[in-house]
């Protein structure tokens, strides 16, 4: 998506995608089955993705358990992006400071091992992307110099997004904020031949990658900086000062909450960040032949214009892994495992699989997955640290979180360490937002808006015409 027409459903790259530290206070671990016709895919309502290590990956050992009374200078709460990015800066600038990180479940567990794997400049409010942009392209090529300086195996490739326009009113509306900018079909299809593209645009600004490897290596990166992770350690209550976990306390002066999506898990904090879930699969390796009909040499991240935001990228082992068509919202924030399978949204990305890229129709699922992603009640992103009580956050990615929590980290070591600079005084830092109305309010909005989201798509694929009404849907979540 550009910056300045953010759609209104996106449910970005996983960059936050789903949550950031494993959660489940509200049901059972029993899942409802994924399968859908003749398809077998693996399904776990666990978190287990494409993403997740395969036994001959070599890898960190997992965390030992938080137990007893600890003390630490700064406790992280979460170990995903967000939460390591920030204990790594820590470690990387003042080695001398005890930080300790402390997760409910594994390294990786939410949205940083599960999301579609872009790392984009992305930000999901128009009003503050043009200010915000500078410093997430940095960040991205940052990322790629970490994972190279750590040896972080992560797939990293920078070819940018290609944003397609299928229909004819998103070839309007995207040709209205191109300019020279726009491609047009010959263009579009000398990059990756997508079904009816009338053109599109490139951004350059977007890398894709292994999210897994990326999370799991930088755990092991801060590892070796001197952080100390502690993995199966819930965090039940966080005060100034003080998180306490299942088997013991972290005293420390700075505590991090960075929970994302899973944050409506802990006490008070239900409505400050509602979990809403995004959804993905992806084929098995496609032959030689089927590229050949595709093209997608460079692995750009592909998507169009619709209302109800769809993501793809084509991995290092030659599959498509395309996410999005759903935003589920569970009443009273609920997260549950069995959230993560949602047959008849896997149904719908096969069905819209097989219309971009009819080649790869037949193409085998090997795996589905979802899990919940952050939104706060602005759709902004924030971070802040609250000097007087030791109380620090960040997230709210709206499923763009790849580099935001990258940069977030980063920004949160600085304002922890009293170091001013131009992240510190990005729009973004700042204190407290408003949180989301009360049940049933907050289901009626948030299932209303998914709904006319789609009807919105469905009226201008008949129409082909740009709706009036993706407009107030854009500017209800910020896009305008």
């Not at 001398?96 to 579609?116: D, H, P």
């Not at 009580?389 to 709206?398: F, Q, R």
């Not at 989201?453 to 305008?480: F, I, K, M, Y």
Request: aromatic share 6%.
């Amino acid at each position: 998506m550009s910056d300045s027409d953010t759609r209104p459903f996106e449910t970005g790259s996983g960059e936050n995608g789903p949550g950031e530290t494993g959660s489940d206070e509200t049901g059972s671990d029993d899942a409802r089955p994924g399968d859908s016709g003749a398809d077998r895919a693996l399904v776990s309502p666990t978190g287990w993705s494409l993403w997740a290590g395969a036994p001959d990956e070599p890898g960190r050992p997992l965390g030992p358990r938080a137990r007893g009374a600890l003390t630490a200078d700064v406790c992280v709460v979460g170990a995903g992006y967000t939460g390591l990015w920030t204990a790594y800066h820590l470690a990387r600038t003042h080695p001398a400071l005890r930080v300790v990180v402390v997760e409910k479940e594994t390294v990786g567990f939410g949205a940083s091992g599960r999301n579609g794997g872009w790392c984009s400049a992305l930000f999901p409010t128009a009003a503050l992307a043009a200010q915000m942009r500078p410093a997430l392209a940095a960040t991205i090529d940052e990322i790629g110099a970490i994972a190279r300086e750590e040896g972080i195996d992560c797939d990293f490739v920078k070819a940018g997004t290609l944003r397609v326009a299928t229909t004819p009113a998103q070839a309007t509306r995207l040709r209205r904020t191109a300019g020279t900018e726009w491609l047009d079909a010959n263009e579009v299809a000398g990059i990756v031949r997508v079904a009816g593209a009338e053109g599109g645009v490139l951004d350059p600004d977007c890398a894709v990658l292994h999210p897994g490897r990326l999370v799991r290596g930088l755990a092991a990166a801060a590892e070796r900086r001197g952080v100390t992770v502690f993995e199966r350690s819930p965090a039940r209550r966080i005060v100034p000062g003080r998180v306490v976990l299942d088997g013991g306390v972290v005293r420390a002066d700075v505590i991090v909450r960075a929970t994302e999506g899973y944050t409506a898990t802990l006490p008070g904090l239900r409505r400050e960040v509602v979990p809403i879930y995004s959804l993905v699969v992806a084929t098995e390796p496609l032959g030689p032949a089927t590229w050949d009909e595709i093209g997608w040499e460079r692995r750009v991240a592909v998507t169009d214009d619709r209302h109800m935001i769809i993501y793809a990228q084509r991995t290092a082992d030659g599959r498509i892994v395309l996410g999005g068509e759903g935003t589920p919202y569970h009443f009273g924030s609920r997260i549950n495992p069995s959230f993560d399978v949602e047959p008849a949204i896997f149904d719908q990305l096969r069905q819209t699989l097989a219309t971009l890229f009819p080649t790869a129709a037949t193409a085998r699922i090997t795996h589905r997955w979802g899990g919940p992603l952050g939104v706060p009640r602005d759709w902004t992103p924030s971070v802040h640290l609250d000097r007087a009580t030791g109380l620090a956050h960040a997230g709210g990615y709206v499923g763009d979180g790849v580099a935001a929590s990258a940069l977030a980290g980063q920004t949160l070591a600085e304002l922890i360490t009293g170091r001013s600079s131009e992240r510190t005084g990005l729009p973004w830092v700042r204190g407290e937002r408003r949180r989301w109305e009360p049940e049933p309010l907050r289901w009626l909005g948030i299932t209303g808006g998914t709904r006319l989201a789609r009807a919105v798509d469905a009226r201008e694929n008949r129409t082909g015409r740009p709706s009036r009404l993706g407009s107030v849907l854009a500017a209800l979540t910020g896009g305008h």
